[in-house]
């Protein structure tokens, strides 16, 4: 119940006349990577569209999870979750240009 009011407050919230019918394409591409820190202060995304809604700003440092990768023109997006004290937007996209990505213990920017 309580995600399905989250839901409707954030469809609320939307401007409908900024949502387009334009064909977009979502290519889902495999991670290597299940966790990771976020490098840059940046938005988390509801979607990987940078005209989405912005669920929260994310700071620089903060330890996330990777659940998922998408290409959406020409970037790199990932589906992150991170902990906070009330679990409320703690899941979404942020683009991959924003995190520093631990990999064999030496921190990495994404450049995929």
Known sequence: MLLTKQN??????????????????????????????????CSLYIAPLKDSYVLCNLNKNLDIQILDCAEVSQEIWYEIRFTSKTSVNNKGWILGKNIAILNNTVLQRSIN
């Open 8 to 41: 409707s407050t954030l469809r609320e919230k939307m401007d409908k006349s900024t949502l387009t019918s334009q064909n977009i394409t979502l290519l889902y591409k495999p991670t290597r990577y299940t966790t990771g820190v976020v490098g840059n202060i």
